[in-house]
């Protein structure tokens, strides 16, 4: 079994900062991809940030410069650095990772349980 586990929402004031983390545990051979998603109420699930299979970082471009995706490998850890917060970055963002258990399986997707953001004064 394979498990995301996100940390680090919470409430910020507009032109604040948070810093999320997701950390993959379990049976991982290799991860393919990471990265974050997001689901603003009445809205669907948008990609924020995420590492691809092929090396590249996708920004959504309503985030480009002011969230930053890094990762730590050893740790299997993603995190989103997120500045200059505007309230319409509110929603839950979830924690999304394309993973292989081993070396013959292609890689299954997780999700997170996702964790609440809210921006507001």
């Known amino acids: 079994q394979v498990q995301l586990v996100e940390s680090g929402g919470g409430l910020v004031q507009p032109g604040g900062s948070l810093r999320l983390s997701c950390a993959a545990s379990?049976?991982?051979?290799?991860?393919?991809?990471m990265g974050w998603y997001r689901q603003a109420p009445g809205k669907q699930r948008e990609l924020v940030a995420m590492?691809?299979?092929?090396?590249?970082?996708n920004y959504a471009d309503s985030v480009k410069g002011r969230f930053t995706i890094s990762r730590d490998n050893a740790k299997n850890t993603v995190y989103l650095q997120m500045s200059s917060l505007k309230p319409e970055d509110t929603a839950v963002f979830y924690c999304n990772a394309a993973i292989r258990r081993n070396y013959y399986r292609p890689a299954d997707d997780y999700w997170g349980q996702g964790t609440q953001v809210t921006v507001s004064s």
């Open positions: 590492f691809t299979s092929g090396g590249r970082i």
């Open positions: 379990g049976s991982i051979f290799s991860i393919d991809a």
